[in-house]
């Protein structure tokens, strides 16, 4: 965790911020800039904490607001303690605490045993700038608070990040999806993010999302979930990579061929400067052709496909995911124009139709037909002709990308249907 004090700003500031206001030292929303408050904040935490008080968030002060990031507490069976009484205590439901610890018999709890204690707020972060560092962060928070979320990596980032998998759900429907292929659209991985928790709250609680029975899509579909297909894009675009390291720079030397793409706010590609949307093998010469033409024909920003499909680590980790399993749909999250793209060609795969207007209904996007000059070499495409089955690609939210986090909440309410009609329509 990056050393932060007075003067810092950014996306760790915000992360900072979010384990202060959790933990009842600062109020008000994370706004990335350690100001007067945050550093007030910050101290009276450290001095509760029995951490040096100096107003520096270092990694004993990091360690110490982990809990409140993550979501949960490892905590020391005392005396007299039920799961019943521990849970009133911290304010979850009993079976919140039942779920965090699958393996121990509540009749039997001994003094001083370690058990998992959920706290009473919601993991994902649905107000701040994401990085691949908030990513492992809530993972690890999401899979300890319910443990029936399987974590698995399909791979590795260019830069050696694992690029993360989270399965839920024990039916035999199997369904994908990803969000983050594209760096600046990283809007759509706390979408997933926030799915997945409520999707796992709700299972757990016996209750509803969006007005389904969470035990009855547990038991009849698998859904993988893949949250941030390109994490060294996303932690480029949120300056979470070093200005003096090599691939910063080699990301300032690319961009430099595209003058008229801001940086690195308009960067889209995965660090490599290869888009990795572009990447795939379906329709990938055509591709080449039709992206050349507009000029990109160079490592960048965006746009740029690649010497060959499937040369970039991420895609390659998807297609080999998805090659290895039996997906019956895919979802893949992107930002811009709140539109559905269904189509590959004039391929017509069965259900695709009827499922998509289902997607339309319960969200208000519309069903598009790919334009010619984005139509190729996309996930999706190459889903729908590799299996000729429903594969769509979800445009959320309007505005300059990076579309701003305040949209978040607009988003996920139009977009839980399109998540929930994903495994039902299969
Ligand atoms: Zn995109």
Redesign the pocket.
Known sequence: MTVLREGSTGAGVELLQTGLIRAGFLNGGPDGIFGSNTLAALKAFQKDNGTAPDGIAGRLTWNALMPWLRGFINYSVKSGDTFASIAVRFGITLREILAANPGITPEELAVSQRITVPLPFDVVPTDISWTSELLNITVEGLVKRYPFIRRRSIGQSVMGKPLELLIIGKGTKKVCYNAG??AN?WITTPVLMKFTEQYAKAYVNGGIIDYESAKRLYENYLLYVVPMVDPDGVDLVNSAIPEDSYYYRQAVRYSGSYPDIPFPSGW?ANINGVDL?LNYPAGWKLAREIKYGLGYTSPGPRDFVGAAPLTQPESYAMYRLTVSNDFLLTLSY??QGEIIYWKYRDYLPEKSLKIGEKMSLVSGYPLVETPKESGNAGYKDWFIKTYDRPGYTIEVGKGKNPLPIEQFEKIYKDNTGILITGMTGV
């Open positions: 292929h594209h659209e889209k949307n992107h930002t």
